[in-house]
Each structure stands twice: as structure tokens, then as C-alpha cells.
């Protein structure tokens, strides 16, 4: 049920904006929300062309912006160059550490850093509405 509520949500969002619904579309959206990890926009289009989907990396591309726009995923820059794409469907919010070294993420929830996030929001009369945390080191394998 909730992958047929997704594609319904995500053809409303396409028709508003006046977009076809195809199936390359509609194949990114789906590899996105059912795949795992942080992955760039060419792994995406790799992995819909080993699965046999005919479609062209600036598909992949101009979908992933569709995407990201309604919250069907998040774009992580990492400083290193390059962007890394997760889902956001069914994920709960988490934070990253990341290695320098081999490029390793990890996700992780701390509700000590949520709670004083908050606490420092509050005490500076700020609102927030989203936030990003992401440290960056090394991993157990490279240090």
C-alpha cells in the first residue's frame, strides 16, 4: 500500500508541475526509495541499467532534483566534490560520520546533540526547521 500512496504522490507532483509520469521517472523514484546507502547519481543510473531500464543519466539527474524538491530524498555534500543521495521515504531523521579516508558513512541518532540543539535554538530565540550534522574523521579501518 504505502509504495502504491509514494507513486500516487509522486505523479500528483509531476503533473502540478507539469512533467510526464514515465516509467524512467518513475524507475529513479523507485530505485532511490527501495535502495540503500549514500549513493552518487551515477551508481543510481548504473544500478537502473543493470536492472535493464532504459533510461539516460540527465533523466537520472533532472528526476533526482524532482526528488529532492518534495522530499522524496536528501542530497548530502560531503565537501570532497562530490554528492551523495539518500532516501528520505520511511527514514527517520539521523545524522553522519563520515571518513576522510575511504569514504565510509555512517548513520547514528544521539538524543543528547538533539536535545542541546534545541536548548541552543531556544535560548537564542531561533526557530529551527531543519538542521544537517555531519562529522567528519576516521573510520576504525583507517585510523
Same mark, same amino acid.
Given at each position: %500500500?504505502?509504495?502504491? &500512496?509514494?507513486?500516487? &504522490? !509522486?505523479?500528483?507532483?509531476?503533473?502540478?508541475?507539469?512533467?510526464?509520469?514515465?516509467?524512467?521517472?518513475?524507475?529513479?523514484?523507485?530505485?532511490?526509495?527501495?535502495?540503500?546507502? /549514500?549513493?552518487?547519481?551515477?551508481?543510481?543510473?548504473?544500478?537502473?541499467?543493470?536492472?535493464?531500464?532504459?533510461?539516460?543519466?540527465?533523466?537520472?539527474?533532472?528526476? %533526482?532534483?524532482?526528488?529532492?524538491?518534495?522530499?522524496?530524498?536528501?542530497?548530502?555534500?560531503?565537501?570532497?566534490?562530490?554528492?551523495?543521495?539518500?532516501?528520505?521515504?520511511?527514514?527517520? /531523521?539521523?545524522?553522519?560520520?563520515?571518513?576522510?579516508?575511504?569514504?565510509?558513512?555512517?548513520? !547514528?541518532?544521539?538524543?543528547?546533540?538533539?536535545?542541546?540543539?534545541?536548548?541552543?535554538?531556544?535560548?537564542?530565540? !531561533?526557530?529551527?526547521?531543519? /538542521?544537517?550534522?555531519?562529522? !567528519?574523521?576516521?573510520?576504525?579501518?583507517?585510523?
Amino acid at each position: %500500500m504505502r509504495n502504491k &500512496q509514494l507513486l500516487n &504522490q !509522486f505523479r500528483d507532483i509531476l503533473r502540478q508541475k507539469g512533467l510526464k509520469i514515465t516509467p524512467q521517472r518513475v524507475a529513479v523514484l523507485e530505485e532511490i526509495t527501495h535502495g540503500h546507502g /549514500h549513493r552518487e547519481c551515477e551508481d543510481i543510473y548504473l544500478a537502473l541499467k543493470r536492472n535493464g531500464k532504459h533510461i539516460s543519466r540527465a533523466t537520472v539527474y533532472r528526476t %533526482m532534483d524532482i526528488l529532492i524538491n518534495n522530499d522524496f530524498a536528501r542530497k548530502m555534500e560531503l565537501g570532497d566534490g562530490r554528492v551523495r543521495y539518500e532516501s528520505k521515504v520511511d527514514s527517520p /531523521h539521523h545524522d553522519h560520520l563520515i571518513c576522510t579516508s575511504c569514504g565510509k558513512i555512517v548513520e !547514528f541518532v544521539d538524543q543528547d546533540i538533539e536535545e542541546l540543539q534545541d536548548n541552543i535554538a531556544k535560548r537564542n530565540n !531561533f526557530i529551527l526547521s531543519r /538542521h544537517t550534522h555531519q562529522l !567528519f574523521g576516521l573510520c576504525k579501518k583507517c585510523h
